[in-house]
């Protein structure tokens, strides 16, 4: 059985992605993700602004915060095309692939390539805006990474400062 990358979500919520995808769509709401084909689930209490996983069928999936997408539709687009952004740069499919053969500290293994891995998604997910006319999604990402200022984003993750930067050169980009 595989369970998500991000283990920090609580039991509940393993267990509702571990199980079948009969039981899934019994519990979790879905929204369309118009940056992929990609099930897409709204969990109201998640930890994370959203993340990207593999259920256990193999299958990638894609959760955001219900709350967070509420607060700001703008910062929640950007968020969706984000994690589409992971599985299509193969970051999911990698991250599963190492933790298979690792030992009991498996996170200390990938964690040194999450900062990359972050920034290219935040490239992609601004390209991704970009070719859907969305400059505001692209404006409300910059403005709350830069609000984390020289905080990491999340664990060994880049500064909100570095992403924000990062999202700035790329929207500039042709």
């Known amino acids: 059985m595989r369970l998500p990358a991000l ?3 609580g039991t509940l919520a393993l267990g509702l992605f571990c199980g079948s995808a009969s039981a899934r769509q019994m519990w979790l709401p879905t929204i369309d993700n118009p940056y992929c084909a990609i099930t897409t689930y709204l969990l109201p209490e998640l930890p994370e602004q959203a993340m990207s996983s593999i259920d256990s069928d193999d299958r990638p999936i894609i959760v955001v915060s219900a709350l967070t997408l509420a607060a700001t539709r ?3 687009r950007f968020l969706m095309a984000h994690e589409c952004c992971h599985h299509t740069l193969g970051h999911v499919n990698t991250f599963h692939r190492e933790m298979g053969h690792l030992g009991p500290q498996p996170f200390f293994y990938i964690a040194p390539a999450l900062k990359r891995m972050e920034l290219d998604a935040d490239c992609c997910a601004v390209k991704m805006l970009k070719q859907t006319h969305e400059p505001e999604s692209i404006e409300a990402a910059r403005q709350q990474m830069a609000n984390f200022g020289t ?6 993750y880049p500064t909100g400062i570095e992403r924000a930067d990062n999202i700035a ?4 980009q042709d």
Not at 151 to 156: E, F, L
């Open 7 to 9: 283990i920090v979500v």
């Open 74 to 76: 703008a910062y929640g």
């Open 151 to 156: 905080q990491p984003t999340g664990a060994y």
């Open 169 to 172: 050169n790329c929207a500039a």
